[in-house]
């Protein structure tokens, strides 16, 4: 019985009337399946689109925030940089030779970051390189001490917006001398 061949009665359940028939109605069939294939592709194509954009959408949101914890901790640096002068000079901090207001939007200047090149007493050149500094490293950074007998305040702000507008975040350090 090796050549004999298994044949499936056509009364089989799985089987449904009519199917094997003619190869007519198989054709009908298959004619109508054609432009619903194609719209399953474009439904699958929109919800990608849809799920892509969200990611995008997310990545831009982290880079954000990322950028702001980075200018944070570089206002957190430049704010220690200048109290730790303040202790080297402790009586001229101590007679308010540090105390300074916020300036409206300082410039850089890369020749400044050199203690050689600026003049002036000691205070007046910690200021003035901390100033550049925090203009150099924050988007339009400044910054202001007041110095109230033995408490150093150190503000430091900058620009958060990322569309050109002029949006201070303000950073605040009280500390001892």
């Given at each position: 019985s ?39 592709v ?19 949101m ?56 600026l ?16 203009a ?28 050109g507008s002029l ?11």
């Open positions: 090796r050549g004999a061949e298994k044949t499936v009665p056509l009364s089989s359940p799985w089987l449904k009337p009519g199917w094997l028939s003619s190869d007519n109605s198989r054709q009908n069939f298959m004619k109508k399946q054609n432009g619903f294939t194609l719209l399953e474009l439904i699958a194509m929109v919800v990608l689109s849809v799920g892509l954009l969200a990611m995008a959408s997310l990545q831009i982290a880079w954000r925030s990322n950028l702001g914890a980075l200018l944070r901790s570089q206002a957190t640096n430049l704010s220690y940089f200048i109290i730790d002068s303040m202790r080297v000079n402790q009586q001229a901090a101590i007679n308010g030779n540090y105390n300074n207001t916020l300036t409206p939007l300082p410039t850089c200047n890369a020749s400044a970051d050199n203690p050689l090149a003049t002036g007493t000691i205070a007046e050149q910690d200021v003035a390189a901390w100033r550049n500094m925090l150099c490293t924050l988007p339009q950074g400044t910054g202001s001490v007041t110095v109230n007998g033995n408490t150093v305040t150190i503000t430091v702000q900058w620009n958060t917006s990322h569309d949006t201070m975040a303000p950073f605040t350090m009280v500390t001892n001398l």
